[in-house]
């Protein structure tokens, strides 16, 4: 299975997707604040010189290569035997001083309508709709899902055939 931001993301507004344009991004701005937020306070309260996965993950590691029962550990088995420091060979991705830059910056909150700062030429601009077709039918609300996750072509219980069903089958049962 695979699981990406975007599906996660998508998982997670559903609700607000039917909401006006401006209450949407009032809801996306409080969304992403609130994750900066909290992710800012985790990558500032780490104490580990790594972050916590990468950190758990070398602890892992480096308690299977103390047993020696897995290959991959053979590196840890010997950092251990020439007391080497593992934290040199991680990469810089995986520092805690990487994770506080990742969320350093901050979201702030939309001024007021009132401290908007219109230009004058737009205020008599008209605005109008976007020039295309809109397709007949009920507009999906599903994401369209790549090849590797689409459902495979029937198979006919009668002929064994893929493509068809019992039903459509016009072959001579087996």
Known sequence: MTSNIAESFNATIK????LPVATLLEYLRVLVQEWSYKNRNIASHTMTKLT????EALRENYSLARRMKVIPSVT???FCKYHMDPYQYCAEFFKKENLVKIYEAIVFPMPSQSDWDDAEDMEYADVLPPIGKIPAGRPKKQRLKPCHERKEK????????????KKTCRNLPK
Do not use: D, L, M
Request: aromatic share 4%.
């Open 15 to 18: 609700s607000a997707r039917e």
């Open 52 to 55: 916590n996965k990468a950190e």
């Open 76 to 78: 840890f088995a010997v």
């Open 154 to 165: 029937n198979t006919c219980s009668r002929c064994g055939n893929r493509g068809h069903n």
